[in-house]
């Protein structure tokens, strides 16, 4: 049972930044993918920002320039630098894994993200 922690979010003013860590217990983490996603209220969730086991990176048009993903293999941890953040941002992220079939582990609790002035 692979088991996901989130946490770093908070409350940010537009503008601001935070810096999200997720830890996966999981074996051979170095050779997932691995993505972040978020879910705002009334929405489906969706894939904000992917990372291959190789360190190769994509993001969602919406957070392209503003977020950045990396991972550190030894801590089995993926984080997710958020910067310049909008009100549109705010949401629960959570990470996964990220393969071309959709298939997902359980999800975690997930960390909230509430940018508001």
């Known amino acids: 049972q692979v088991q996901l922690v989130e946490s770093g979010g908070g409350l940010v003013q537009p503008g601001g930044s935070l810096r999200l860590s997720c830890r996966a217990s999981v074996s051979f983490f170095s050779s997932y993918a691995m993505g972040w996603y978020r879910q705002a209220p009334g929405k489906q969730r969706e894939l904000v920002s992917g990372i291959t086991s190789g360190g190769t990176t994509n993001y969602a048009d919406s957070v392209k320039g503003r977020f950045t993903i990396s991972r550190d293999n030894a801590k089995k941890t993926v984080f997710l630098q958020m910067n310049s953040l909008k009100p549109e941002d705010t949401a629960v992220y959570y990470c996964?894994?990220?393969?071309?079939?959709?298939?997902?582990?359980?999800w975690g609790q997930g960390t909230q993200v509430t940018v508001s002035s």
């Open positions: 996964n894994k990220k393969e071309l079939s959709g298939s997902v582990w359980n």
